[in-house]
């Protein structure tokens, strides 16, 4: 029996071999996600240099260098600051995004939005006036030189509705383009 055997050699302890991969590695901050849950609730500012996707709800401010997504069951009531950013949910506060923002067609903004390029979804709501082709989280970029004749400002009326007192502001530069009540 080896269990009483004096001769046996006593197990090998577990080795202390390194690791192909490195301790101290620095995390990048594309690969970094943050998930906040369908029953969770952040009170404050959140930051992050990752990614962030917001299924429960936020009371305060969302500042993001990467990417924020608002699912459809998440809320912010607060400011979104991001560099790109996907909204399928509620957001009450002014949305600033550097590069792309998209409304889903589950969306439902309520207050301005600044940013470089934006897409929305036929079924999102949006209420607030936006400011768009600069970059979003800057203080704008270049703009468009105005027609001749119209003031800074000026509302079109939408094709179709002369003579209405319908103001709208078009979106996009061709005729065809989508208008949003203003």
Known sequence: MALFNRDAQPAPEPS??????????A??????HNIIGKDTV????LRSSGNVHVSGTVNGNIEVQGRTVVMPDGRVDGEVNSTTAEIGGRVHGQV??????????????????????????????FTGR?????????????????PEGRPEGAEREAPGEAGEGR?????????????VQG
Do not use: H, Y
């Not at 995390?27 to 970094?32: K, S």
């Open 130 to 146: 936006c400011d768009m082709g600069g970059t979003g989280g800057g203080t704008g970029g270049a703009r468009r030189p105005r």
């Open 167 to 179: 103001p709208t502001r078009r979106l996009g530069g061709s005729p065809d383009a989508a208008s």
């Open 27 to 32: 995390v990048n901050p594309a690969e970094q």
């Open 16 to 25: 202390a071999a390194p690791t192909n991969r490195p301790r101290n590695t």
């Open 96 to 125: 600033a995004v550097k590069e792309r923002l998209v409304l889903k067609a589950t969306a439902v903004v309520e207050g301005d939005i600044r940013t470089g390029k934006l897409v929305i979804e036929d079924g999102a709501t």
């Open 42 to 45: 952040i009170e404050g500012t």
